[in-house]
């Protein structure tokens, strides 16, 4: 699936690069400068999404959630976001395999994390049961 939508971003990045060579294919010449671009893109995709959500707590929540609305903001996020993987040369295997290396390491740290924190409620609670 993600081999798919990867060559179809590919593809339409060939073509805008053949229409106004402003794609994001690199070519030696601005490849820092396309990649701060999709950057930039990247981030104000990003806060469309904000704007979908209801993001400002001290407002009244008054806007009904759009799932279709976000959902297209969010496209727009992982376009300009693929756009980075192909500048970079990333492939979808990379991608895949790296997520899962990183998942990982989340769940380990997290883990870790939480089994320390629940020791220290242990100790806690042993400590107290000490002072009876």
């Known amino acids: 699936m993600l081999v798919n939508i990867y060559i179809r971003q590919l593809e339409t990045q060939e073509y805008f690069k053949k229409i ?25 995709e ?3 999404v904000l704007d979908e959500i209801n993001y400002k707590d001290h407002k009244k929540k008054c806007k009904k959630l759009n799932k279709n609305r976000i959902t297209e903001e969010l496209i ?13 040369d990333i492939t979808p295997e990379e991608i895949e395999k790296t997520f ?16 320390i924190e629940r020791e220290n409620a242990n100790n806690k609670d042993d400590s107290r049961g000490d002072r009876k």
Request: net charge positive.
């Open 100 to 115: 899962n290396k990183k998942t990982n390491k989340v769940i380990a740290r997290f883990n870790k994390e939480f089994k």
């Open 76 to 88: 727009d996020i992982f376009k300009y976001w693929l756009n980075l993987c192909i500048l970079c």
């Open 20 to 44: 106004n060579a402003s794609g994001c294919i690199p070519n030696d010449e601005n490849l820092e400068v396309k990649f701060k671009n999709n950057v930039l893109h990247l981030i104000k």
């Open 46 to 48: 990003a806060t469309e």
